[in-house]
């Protein structure tokens, strides 16, 4: 009979006590993953989506657009996703303490190099932000300049479109918002 080390699950709260030293954590389903600081061509994308997004809430404050704010989902679930946007509605359930203890309407995550990131954005994230009640979730690859859109049907998170160069990139969440996908990967 073969025996089989059970690891324990590590909450939110005890990463949360831990030391800092200096690296991004996050707990999915009580495992915890490191990141490694994100590469030039990510910032970039970060950057620019947050003015694009920025400039249009900026005429229409309907929320607010976040980057690398940390997403308690459950005791066992905390995550940082590369940008988020709230709306005001949303953000008043949500936040405690200058935290968001709950879902965003929109996650978005940019993939950064290597099989294990690219599981956990494109498997992990995906199936937990759907359980947890993501409205959308853009998958950013900006490598091969692709955004994938997600969006909530019959209670899950589907894929809806996959955006190249030449597209528009839209969403219902933000009416009126519409931005060239181009200008999300230029520098």
């Not at 970039?44 to 940390?70: D, K, M, S, W, Y």
Request: hydrophobic share 40%; net charge negative; with cysteine.
């Amino acid at each position: 009979m073969s025996t089989q080390i059970i690891e324990p699950l590590i909450t939110v709260e005890q990463l949360a006590s831990a030391p800092d030293d200096g690296n991004r954590y996050e707990v999915i389903e009580g495992e915890i993953f490191v990141s490694s600081a994100p590469a030039i061509q990510h910032q970039v994308v970060v950057g620019n989506l947050n003015r694009e997004v920025g400039n249009h809430l900026a005429q229409n404050p309907t929320g607010l657009i976040l980057p690398g704010i940390g997403v308690i989902l459950s005791p066992y679930n905390g995550v940082i996703p590369d940008v988020v946007y709230v709306s005001n509605a949303r953000l008043e359930l949500i936040e405690k303490n200058e935290r968001l203890y709950g879902a965003p309407e929109l996650a978005i995550e940019i993939l950064s190099p290597g099989k294990e990131n690219e599981d956990r954005d494109r498997i992990h994230k995906l199936q937990l932000y759907s359980r947890y009640g993501v409205s959308e979730y853009w998958l950013i690859n900006s490598f091969l300049r692709v955004i994938e859109i997600y969006r909530r049907t019959d209670a899950r998170l589907h894929l809806h479109a996959t955006l190249m160069e030449n597209d528009n990139l839209t969403t219902p969440l933000l009416p009126d918002f519409s931005c060239a996908v181009s200008k999300i990967f230029a520098r």
